[in-house]
């Protein structure tokens, strides 16, 4: 499967997910990934939002791009399926 069909794939499974969830889970799952992020830039830095946010619009993204784009569609899948399953049933 092509890098650009599988963000495709993962970005479609990320809408159906947030179909599905309400609006605390949501929240619970952006809470989430904000810990995440917050935890990352403890380490190794402040993240460029403009560098990600124009990968966003870009039609045509290059390898490392599409890498960053499947990753990030990989994680938001992840996230609210937990989210979704109640595996994290204790709210933070």
Same mark, same amino acid.
């Not at 949501?26 to 402040?46: F, K, M, P, V, W």
């Not at 499947?70 to 899948?77: A, R």
């Given at each position: 499967?092509?890098?650009?069909?599988?963000?495709?794939?993962?970005?479609? /499974?990320? +809408?159906? @997910?947030?179909?599905?969830?309400?609006?605390?889970?949501?929240? !619970?799952?952006?809470?989430? #990934?904000?810990?995440?992020?917050?935890?990352?830039?403890?380490?190794?830095?402040?993240?460029? /939002?403009? +560098?990600? @946010?124009?990968?966003?619009?870009?039609?045509?993204?290059?390898? !490392?791009?599409?890498?960053? #784009?499947?990753?990030?569609?990989?994680?938001?899948?992840?996230?609210?399926?937990?989210?979704?399953?109640?595996?994290?049933?204790?709210?933070?």
């Amino acid at each position: 499967m092509s890098d650009l069909k599988t963000f495709a794939t993962y970005y479609t /499974l990320a +809408d159906r @997910l947030i179909e599905r969830v309400s609006k605390d889970d949501l929240a !619970e799952t952006a809470r989430l #990934l904000a810990l995440n992020i917050a935890h990352y830039q403890s380490i190794h830095g402040e993240l460029p /939002l403009g +560098d990600t @946010l124009s990968m966003l619009g870009n039609a045509q993204p290059n390898d !490392e791009q599409l890498e960053i #784009l499947n990753s990030g569609m990989e994680i938001l899948v992840g996230v609210l399926g937990n989210v979704v399953s109640g595996v994290d049933q204790e709210r933070h």
